[in-house]
């Protein structure tokens, strides 16, 4: 028997892309939003508080007490951007790059976001570090991002943390390093980054800088499964499917792969697709397999179209019908993404 295990997705939203953490950039938020946050602030920013004005900018993003307004938070960030506020230009190069409330430029946004990293603003370092591991407003420089994520990662920035021991896992923009990249796991785990229990776990499960063992593997996945990441719910699904720690539960790996499988984690459709295939952990369904198999098949797992085709010949046409319409429906649940290999 055969099933698959998880490589590393990387994912894109506009210019900012993550290899860990929570599939999109961490997103700053008002430090003390009071009931009426928007009039606390109003007076000291048109007063020219740069700080003012970054809050009440955030107050406006995500509509906190008022009614969501990009075009206002522009305004107010771009304010408190010019006067050097790092959070501001920060936040100013994010909207821009994502084309929230104004056209989108990748570079325009990318010079913002290099202002506030190199007044030393983590979650700026970090995001201009992802601009150049992914070459979006800059060329691509893997050594330049391995650069950046370490002048946050020394800050205690967890989700650099977690990216720069990808880094050094990989050998992108640094020497290959098992160690480096357990002990910047370790760390990201130690602010109980979701990410970072993912990652760590994958190295105890590999046996990649520290002796193999599925117990620890397992125990970190579940940290990081039970806050909603994909890869990790996968990844319970397949040691539970194989019985890497003695304990084969069938009902289990169908469980936790659902779990990720309602995300659009490719991999756990495709497992998940085989266990009502071949009705194990699951009562046997040609029909939930088909659905599955085609959602695997979107996500190109190798097979599924294959599969999906071979099971559509077997259903009456009334539930290939049936299943067609649920597809076209279907929408992925929130949850948390990794980054993956290729």
Not at 183 to 200: C, R, T
Request: aromatic fraction near 10%.
């Amino acid at each position: 028997m055969t099933f698959a295990l998880p490589a590393w997705r990387a994912s894109l939203l506009a210019a900012i892309v993550v290899c860990a953490g929570t599939g999109a950039m961490a997103q700053d938020k008002p430090t003390s939003p009071p009931i009426n946050a928007a009039a606390t602030y109003q007076a000291a920013a048109e007063k020219g508080d740069a700080k003012a004005q970054t809050e009440l900018a955030m107050i406006y993003l995500q509509g906190i007490g008022v009614l969501k307004d990009e075009g206002k938070a522009l305004e107010w960030f771009t304010k408190a951007a010019e006067k050097g506020e790092a959070r501001a230009q920060h936040q100013l190069g994010l909207m821009i790059g994502r084309g929230q409330g104004t056209e989108q430029d990748y570079e325009k946004g990318r010079v913002w976001i290099e202002k506030a990293a190199t007044a030393g603003y983590a979650p700026a370092q970090h995001a201009l570090a992802q601009l150049y591991r992914q070459g979006v407003g800059v060329q691509k420089d893997m050594t330049k991002a391995a650069e950046w994520f370490t002048k946050a990662a020394d800050q205690g920035y967890a989700l650099s943390q977690t990216c720069l021991g990808r880094a050094y896992r990989l050998g992108q923009g640094v020497q290959q390093d098992y160690k480096k990249a357990l002990d910047l796991f370790q760390k990201a785990s130690a602010q109980d980054e979701p990410s970072g229990y993912y990652n760590l776990g994958y190295m105890y499960y590999k046996g990649w800088g520290v002796p193999q063992d599925y117990f620890q593997a397992e125990a970190n996945f579940r940290k990081a499964a039970v806050k909603g990441v994909d890869e990790a719910q996968n990844m319970l699904g397949v040691i539970y499917h194989r019985g890497d720690t003695g304990n084969r539960d069938l009902t289990q790996a169908a469980q936790w792969y659902r779990r990720a499988a309602d995300q659009g984690f490719g991999v756990a459709q495709m497992n998940l697709a085989t266990l009502y295939r071949d009705g194990q952990g699951v009562g046997k369904d040609v029909g939930e397999a088909y659905f599955w198999f085609s959602l695997a098949a979107k996500e190109n797992r190798t097979g599924a179209d294959k599969q999906r085709d071979q099971i559509a010949a077997q259903l009456p046409p009334a539930e290939l019908a049936e299943m067609n319409k649920r597809l076209s429906e279907w929408k992925p649940s929130n949850g948390i993404s990794e980054g993956k290999d290729g």
